[in-house]
């Protein structure tokens, strides 16, 4: 399968803080990348679509300022977390579109604010 | 509502034994991944299914898309410790939608 890297896999960082977590794919080019979040023992969220060269497209909820996604190449996209908070920790997965059936994840980071 | 309902949630067995695992939808679509996760990871694609009635098999996973497409079903044969993990069904809505929407999951455990 296509391998998607995320950095880092965990982080911890103070309240009121920002984040900056990696999404790379490293054998394929990705025009469309998806960030989810995850809750414990739950299934997988959709935060929001990110195109290359393009804005964000973000779920119902999801605020836009405080989740900031930059897609800038075919192969990196980036979700910043701003002025974090205890709320705000949680597994946050990116995804990244091969084709048009398949997607593939990655690693994951666990996110954990104090 | 959720668009695609697994089941069930939890799962034990002991290793050895044969299970099936549900993903059901009142949706058509125009794909469907089956995914597995271990904790602290992301998720992993076993298989990606797209014509009705489709049937896949690796290893001693045996997948099915069923004939409308609205319904898919993994079987285990001789479940083994090692499939420990959680099934994520995910399926593309017909219309060319790129978002994965995904069921809730399968939790599995198989017992040594």
């Known amino acids: 399968g296509a391998v998607v890297s995320q950095h880092p896999s965990w982080v911890i960082c103070k309240s009121g803080t920002s984040v900056k977590i990696e999404c790379r794919s490293l054998d394929f080019q990705a025009t469309t990348m998806f960030w989810y979040r995850q809750f414990p023992k739950q299934s997988l969220m959709l935060m929001a679509t990110s195109n290359e060269g393009s804005k964000a497209t973000y779920e119902q909820g999801v605020e836009k300022d405080k989740f900031l996604i930059n897609h800038a190449s075919l192969t990196l996209s980036t979700l910043t977390v701003t002025s974090a908070h205890p709320e705000d920790s949680s597994f946050y997965i990116c995804?990244?579109?091969?084709?048009?059936?398949?997607?593939?994840f990655g690693q994951g980071t666990r996110l954990t604010v104090v | 509502t959720q668009l695609l309902e697994q089941s069930p949630q939890f799962l034990s067995i002991q290793e050895g034994e044969n299970l099936t695992v549900y993903c059901n939808s009142s949706?058509?679509?125009?794909?469907l991944q089956w995914y597995r996760q271990e904790p602290g990871e992301g998720p992993v694609l076993l298989v990606t299914v797209v014509t009705g009635g489709e049937v896949k098999k690796l290893k001693r996973l045996t997948f099915q898309f069923g004939d409308a497409r609205k319904d898919s079903s993994l079987h285990i044969t001789a479940a083994q410790p090692g499939d420990t993990g959680l099934y994520l069904c995910?399926?593309?809505?017909?219309?060319?939608?790129?978002?994965?929407?995904f069921g809730k999951g399968t939790k599995l455990t198989v017992n040594p």
């Open positions: 949706s058509v679509f125009s794909s």
């Open positions: 995910a399926g593309r809505t017909q219309g060319g939608s790129e978002k994965l929407v």
């Open positions: 995804s990244a579109r091969r084709d048009i059936t398949e997607a593939f």
